[in-house]
């Protein structure tokens, strides 16, 4: 705004703050106020707009649906509460239906994501190309413009959009500038897209990344991994930094038809053969040599174990397990080797009693890595048979249930829940599929009452109501009430918590649901 | 603006509109606890009330009912917060449009009838002359005729504070003389102490207007770049208006009384309300905003006549921590009587009697005019009172934009300062193309306050 009047016959503005900042004692200066009054009201009747600055250009259309009123709101409150637990999914579930962000929570949502990573992803894609626009002019959005827009159902922006915003021209800078992480999650993805493409990216620049970066990039290889990796990988078991040679080998492992599986399979053959009884007698190498070396076997075993022991457990789950079969086939029962029960009959052999326990944690672990459920699910009826429900419990069968398809991940649980109670089964009800079906719905909730009606203090069970907040079906909630209805005041009070999570979390989606 | 625009809005009251009825952050949350529609039964709305039976700990449900026009709130909950939580959620349910039944039932009906005949009575007992008078309904409709006596005392009382008030501007008029002749250069080095000191004086001398011009002054040193200009400026529009009260008696009556409110003495609403004149008209409710010191809550709610084009201002007090009574939705029409402060400019209003709960506006967007627009009602106003920092105004095809000075508002006719406690929440609204943006614009830039979107008003 500028001055265009000043109605004072003599001396400026300028001339009257002069005389004000000196005092006029020093210099004398007649009605200074009342000059200054009638100045500063002819400067105030007489402002008139400045010149425009320039315009930015308007954000590109949102094309996707808009929200729902009543989704609108919840997303106001919970931006506004900031840690709710909901927001992932109500982040998630918003962009997974293609619904745009409405523009004036734009702000709230870029700020939520910049301080929590975890939304960044959904929250990003979410906003949508409005919010990119917008992030652009902010430098604390600046995060969001590093997330590229590849996921999101909208159109690229129009030509003449600032290229750094862009989704494809986002990738290369996420890339190259991005942090760690965000080069991370941006790998992963291309791989889960295009696992060629991702492995040339990694390829680009592998010689110049630090080795604690080559070994996460090369772990983010698990996502799409092919035979065509295998060279890259086979490189990279000369790789300078230990770790990094471990991880390939690992990864190599995991690829059935690969060379360092197949050199893997012929060292288990020495060292477990088939008896004339059948039976398989053990007998770990006695040196690590330098093949064994190059394959990502350490010379002393890192744990307490024996080195022998560790040599075997490294060489067995490196193998492919489809070579035990074979293995157990050849030994004269000619449908040893078919059908989905040849891991049990596998098992079912006699084995060294020195080294049972060594070859089954083996297996184990070559189950896992290789996603072989034929196997994991052999080696889980075999634990569930066994007394001590605490060695059940580690961390082999969680992850051994990994591999299963989910609803038998869930029934295998629910069975878990009904025998062994809730103390133990933290780790397994992760792996469960979201919602609970209802054999595992049903089996948490009945060792709830049963821990409600002992006596055990809630908090003690925190981690499984957490999971169990996220989990159960909705419909779960009247059940929970009925609980809570005859608990102690404590557990009352947790049920009804809980209770009303699940309906909150129904409400939630339904909003999302109205078009 | 498409039809569909028009149709969306609604009488119902948004939520944000709801929130602000809370008495506290608390009860907001426990209001979103209730505002689904699992704990209640026997919900519904007419154009006058909401209802609705909410499940609590105990047997029995708590039977809720609100009337839209106060609003005001009936709960057989014993929760000492007003309006509990019951009241708050119905609301919010209501404003989610999940409201389902129609006929109000016994209990609510019951309350609602006993309320109407209270207002019935409380009118009957009023003036039948609308020129005379008519308070809020559940307002004290004032205080009965004064007798002879009386008004000899109020009269003395009120020439005693003539008295102080003018030795009060006169000891400000010596204070600003003796600053002045020892330079405002001085002025960093002295703090806020010396004017808080003057500020009590005028305290005592029962001159709240000129108190806290003084204390303002006290701060305007530390106020960055161009600070000389600023303090000269209040400098020489405080000696004006102790001047003008002064000088009281030969001033014209309407800037006479300007100057007496600039300084302090102010009417009270029920005052306004009695001696009127009222005017009704359907005033479109165009923003409100709330600030707090350490002793008070003042809510600022700016109205606009759709007949009569004429700007109100409403004013609302409330203890810290406690939202001001008065709260009218944003957006909505209120068919209502005002009176005005007798003051020139006349803004400052008393809201008397209301005809109808607020209703959905007659247009999407209020009409405004230009960035040019508002500055030159603004200086048209200060032709009735100088000391006016600003006007209200409605500016139609407005763009906010940051730029390395700070927020701009811009429109074809150029740009103004733009102040607003979310400047990035009106930007993403505005999508970055021009919008629809109320405020109060004056000589320090724009204030804006709401601005309407696609999807109605969005207070900033």
Request: with cysteine; charged share 20%.
């Amino acid at each position: 705004m500028t001055t265009t009047a000043d109605t004072r016959p003599a001396g400026s503005w300028t001339d009257l703050v002069e005389d004000a900042l000196l005092g006029t004692n020093r210099r004398p200066s007649p009605g200074l106020l009342d000059h200054a009054a009638l100045a500063t009201v002819a400067r105030r009747a007489g402002l008139r707009p400045a010149p425009a600055p320039e315009l930015p250009a308007p954000a590109p259309f949102d094309e996707r649906a808009a929200l729902p009123a009543p989704a609108v709101r919840r997303l106001a409150a919970l931006l506004a509460e900031n840690s709710s637990e909901l927001l992932p999914q109500w982040l998630a579930t918003a962009r997974g239906r293609g619904f745009a962000a409405p523009p004036e929570l734009l702000p709230a949502l870029l700020d939520a994501a910049r301080q929590r990573s975890d939304l960044r992803g959904d929250a990003v894609a979410f906003a949508g190309p409005r919010g990119h626009w917008l992030a652009a002019l902010n430098p604390d959005w600046r995060y969001a413009l590093r997330v590229p827009l590849e996921e999101s159902p909208t159109e690229p922006h129009p030509a003449g959009a600032d290229s750094a915003a862009g989704p494809t021209g986002g990738a290369d800078a996420v890339w190259q500038e991005g942090l760690f992480a965000e080069r991370v999650t941006h790998l992963t993805r291309l791989r889960r897209r295009d696992p060629a493409a991702g492995l040339a990216l990694l390829h680009s620049t592998w010689s110049s990344e630090r080795a604690e970066d080559r070994l996460l990039f090369l772990d983010a290889l698990q996502e799409g991994l092919n035979l065509d990796d295998e060279p890259f990988l086979e490189a990279a078991l000369r790789d300078r930094a230990k770790n990094v040679r471990a991880t390939a080998a690992e990864l190599l492992s995991t690829l059935p038809g690969s060379a360092l599986a197949a050199r893997m399979a012929d060292r288990a053959r020495q060292a477990v053969r088939v008896t004339e009884d059948g039976g398989l007698l053990v007998e770990p190498p006695d040196s690590c040599d330098a093949a064994m070396q190059r394959d990502g076997i350490a010379a002393t075993s890192p744990t307490g174990r024996g080195d022998r022991a560790f040599w075997l457990g490294e060489i067995v789950a490196a193998t492919p397990l489809s070579c035990w079969v074979e293995l157990a086939g050849s030994s004269g029962d000619a449908n040893a080797a078919d059908g989905a029960d040849a891991p049990t009959r596998v098992l079912g052999r006699a084995v060294t009693p020195a080294w049972a326990d060594e070859l089954r944690e083996a297996w184990a672990r070559a189950a896992v890595r290789q996603h072989d459920a034929a196997w994991a699910r052999a080696l889980l009826a075999e634990r569930r048979g066994e007394e001590n429900a605490r060695a059940a419990s580690g961390g082999a069968p969680s992850r051994l249930l990994s591999v299963l398809p989910a609803t038998e991940r869930a029934s295998w649980t629910a069975r878990f829940v009904a025998e062994h109670g809730l103390a133990e089964a933290f780790q397994l009800l992760v792996t469960c599929p979201a919602p609970w079906p209802e054999d595992l719905s049903g089996a948490v909730l009945g060792a709830l009452a049963q821990a409600a009606g002992t006596g055990s203090y809630p908090w003690s069970h925190s981690g499984v109501l957490g999971v169990a907040e996220r989990c159960l079906p909705f419909a779960a909630a009247a059940r929970i009430d009925a609980l809570a209805g005859e608990a102690s005041s404590a557990w009352a009070e947790v049920l009804t918590r809980l209770a009303d999570t699940l309906r909150t979390r129904a409400a939630m989606l339904a909003e999302l649901a109205q078009d | 603006m498409g039809p569909s625009n028009v149709e969306c809005m609604n009488d119902r009251w948004t939520t944000d509109h709801v929130l602000s009825l809370a008495p506290d952050a608390s009860s907001q949350k426990a209001a979103a606890k209730l505002g689904r529609p699992d704990p209640w039964s026997g919900t519904g709305a007419s154009a006058e009330a909401v209802w609705g039976a909410c499940k609590g700990s105990g047997s029995r449900p708590y039977q809720t009912v609100v009337a839209l026009d106060g609003p005001a709130y009936h709960c057989s909950c014993p929760s000492r917060k007003f309006p509990c939580k019951h009241a708050l959620g119905l609301l919010l349910l209501w404003s989610a449009d999940t409201l389902t039944g129609a006929g109000a039932p016994e209990w609510a009906e019951s309350w609602l009838s006993g309320r109407r005949r209270r207002a019935e009575r409380a009118s009957a007992d009023m003036p039948g002359d609308a020129a005379s008078g008519g308070a809020a309904p559940g307002d004290d409709a004032g205080s009965s005729q004064a007798g002879p006596r009386d008004e000899a005392a109020a009269a003395a009382r009120r020439q005693r504070r003539e008295a102080r008030v003018a030795s009060g501007a006169e000891e400000l008029l010596a204070r600003l003389a003796d600053q002045l002749r020892g330079g405002l250069a001085e002025a960093p080095s002295r703090g806020y102490a010396f004017w808080d000191g003057v500020a009590a004086r005028m305290v005592d001398a029962q001159a709240p207007g000129l108190a806290s011009r003084a204390r303002d002054l006290g701060a305007l040193p530390a106020s960055g770049a161009q600070w000389p200009t600023r303090l000269l400026e209040e400098y020489a529009m405080l000696h004006l208006l102790a001047t003008g009260y002064q000088g009281r008696d030969a001033l014209p009556a309407p800037l006479a009384a300007t100057v007496r409110s600039r300084v302090g003495f102010t009417v009270d609403n029920a005052e306004v309300l009695r001696t009127g004149p009222l005017v009704r008209d359907r005033w479109l409710v165009l923003g409100s905003r709330d600030t707090s010191d350490d002793r008070l809550t003042t809510r600022r709610l700016w109205l606009r006549g759709t007949q009569s084009g004429r700007d109100a201002l409403l004013l609302s007090f409330g203890r810290p921590g406690v939202a001001p009574e008065l709260s009218l939705p944003t957006g909505l029409e209120l068919d209502a009587e005002l009176a005005f402060h007798p003051t020139a400019p006349a803004l400052r209003a008393a809201l008397g009697p209301r005809h109808a709960a607020p209703a959905a506006p007659s247009a999407p967007h209020p009409a405004g005019g230009s960035v040019d627009a508002a500055l030159g009602s603004y200086a048209a106003a200060l032709g009735d009172d100088p000391w006016l920092d600003s006007w209200p105004a409605v500016i139609t095809e407005a763009t906010p934009v940051p730029t390395d000075h700070g927020w701009q508002l811009v429109d074809a006719t150029g740009a103004v300062p733009l102040f607003t406690p979310s400047p990035w929440r009106l930007l993403a609204a505005s999508t970055g193309r021009p919008l629809t943006v109320f405020g109060e614009c004056g000589h320090r830039g724009f204030h804006a306050v709401t601005c309407w979107t696609d999807n109605g008003p969005l207070t900033l």
